[in-house]
Structure formats: C-alpha cells, structure tokens
C-alpha cells in the first residue's frame, strides 16, 4: 500500500456494508448476517470495520484490538468471562478463544489485526 494510500480517513460509523448471512452453524440461535469492509492493509496490520445485527453467533478468533462504534451486547468467552459491549469500549480477543457473541442491538466496531 502506497503512503497516500495510508494518510487518509473514513467514517467508519456510516460506511456502507455489504450484510451476508453467517453459516449455520455460527449461529445457534437464528439466522444472523455480519458485514465487513478492510480499510487499510499493510505488511504489518490490517484494519477494517465489522457490523454484527441483533442475535447470537459463534466464532474462534484471532488476534484482534477493537473499538465499539455503536451497538451493544456481550461476548462470552469460553473460560466463563464475558465482555460488556458498548460504544466506546475498546476490546483485545486472543488468537484461538473459541467466542459467543450476543449482540442485543446492531454493533458495530473498527479492528485491528497483525498480518
């Protein structure tokens, strides 16, 4: 990515996403559908903003920093902790924790992950 590339902005908050339905067996509960938009990538992180619709979903994630944009819920980590989300709130997940999110209103966060 060229350094022109890098130096500039987004409204992550109103950045239109393309909403596509989670697999089966992601979603315990119902049918949900995540959207995703990358921002920037370079040899050393990814970034991009990620909105999950009301209901439950499973996933195994990576190493990850977010900020919640809008929304709120909770993810339930396999060793019984749970994150309050709201906007606001900055998370860290670890590679390989096995999640539950439960996302009582839309949510929508901005992450950060190394390449």
Known sequence: MRDSELNSVVDAAAMPLSMQPLPDAQCPQGSVSTGVAVVAVTDAYEVG????????????????????????????????????????????LAAGTRTVWEVDEPLRKVWITER
Do not use: C, K, Q, Y
Request: zero cysteines; a negative charge.
């Open 49 to 92: 903003v990620w909105e999950h619709e009301a209901g439950t979903s499973t996933d195994i994630e990576t190493d990850e920093v977010f900020v919640v944009l809008a929304g709120t819920g909770r993810i339930l980590l396999e060793d019984g902790g749970v994150l309050d989300l709201r906007p606001g709130v900055v998370g860290v």
